[in-house]
C-alpha cells in the first residue's frame, strides 16, 4: 500500500493560493492520486485526479512531478469557505480491491480573512 | 451532486442494542463502501461491496456486518452495540470500474453508545 504524508495543518489568507502537497514515496506504477476535501459533519467530496503531469478543474490544480512521489494541490484565491481538511489518497484504479485504497490525515487548511 | 444518503445523522443508544445503519443510493454504482471515522482522525475503510451480494472487510478490523441485497442499499449492523463502538460512519459509492474512481460520500452517522 502506498502511503501517504501530509502536513497536519496550514493557514493562509483569503485571495491567496494554497497550494498542499502530499508525499507518496512507494507510489506504484498503476497508482493514481485523488485529492478529496471535508467539512465537519460532512463526508469527503472529491475535488481532483490525476496521474502524471499536471491536471486543472473548475476548483483545482493538481501538480504531480515526473518521479510521481509527491503531488501538491493548488487551490487558487482561496476564500472563507475552503476551510476544510484536505485527503490525498494514493490507489490503483485497476485494482480489483477496495482495500489497496487508503486515506491519509489530512491537512487541515485554515483560511484566515 | 451525488445522490447517497445515510440514515440516522445522529444515533444515540445504549449497550447492548442492536444497531442498524441505513445508506442508499440512487446512481446505480455498483461499489459501495463504509468508513469509520474518529473526530479529528482519518479514515478507515471497514468494509466494501464489488455489487450485489458481494462484500469483503476493509483494513480495520470491524464487528460490524454488512449486506448488499439491492445495488442501492448497503446496510451496516452492530449486532450487540458497545461505547467502543462510538465514532462516525461514512458510506460512500463509486462508478462502473475499478475501486480507484472517485468516491461519492454520504454526510455520516454519528453513533454514540452510552
Known amino acids: 500500500l502506498a502511503k501517504t504524508t501530509q502536513p497536519i495543518s496550514m493557514d493562509s489568507y483569503e485571495g491567496q493560493e494554497v497550494n498542499i502537497t502530499c508525499s507518496h514515496n512507494?507510489?506504484?506504477?498503476?497508482?493514481?492520486i485523488t485529492w478529496y476535501q471535508q467539512f465537519p459533519s460532512q463526508g469527503p467530496r472529491f475535488i481532483i485526479q490525476g496521474y502524471k503531469t499536471k491536471v486543472t478543474n473548475e476548483v483545482a490544480s493538481l501538480f504531480i512531478p515526473a518521479d510521481r512521489k509527491s503531488s501538491t494541490l493548488s487551490l487558487p484565491r482561496v476564500s472563507l469557505s475552503d476551510t476544510a481538511v484536505y485527503y490525498c489518497l494514493v490507489g490503483d484504479l485497476s485494482s480489483g480491491s477496495a482495500r489497496q485504497l487508503t486515506f491519509g490525515s489530512g491537512t487541515q487548511l485554515t483560511v484566515l480573512p | 451532486e451525488a445522490d447517497i444518503y445515510q440514515t440516522p445523522r445522529y444515533l444515540v443508544i445504549g449497550t447492548g442494542k442492536k444497531i442498524t445503519l441505513e445508506c442508499s443510493q440512487t446512481?446505480?454504482?455498483?461499489?459501495m463502501y463504509w468508513y469509520q471515522q474518529d473526530p479529528g482522525m482519518e479514515l478507515h475503510l471497514i468494509h466494501y461491496?464489488?455489487?450485489?451480494?458481494?462484500?469483503e472487510k476493509g483494513d480495520l478490523s470491524s464487528e460490524s456486518t454488512v449486506s448488499r441485497i439491492r445495488t442501492e442499499h448497503f446496510p451496516l449492523t452492530l449486532e450487540s452495540a458497545r461505547p467502543s463502538h462510538t465514532s462516525q460512519y461514512l458510506c460512500?459509492?463509486?462508478?462502473?470500474?475499478?475501486?480507484?474512481?472517485?468516491?461519492?460520500f454520504g454526510d455520516g452517522t454519528r453513533l454514540s453508545i452510552l
Open positions: 461491496s464489488y455489487g450485489v451480494n458481494s462484500t
Open positions: 512507494n507510489i506504484a506504477t498503476n497508482d493514481y
Open positions: 446512481m446505480g454504482h455498483d461499489k
Open positions: 460512500a459509492s463509486s462508478g462502473h470500474g475499478a475501486f480507484g474512481q472517485p468516491q461519492h
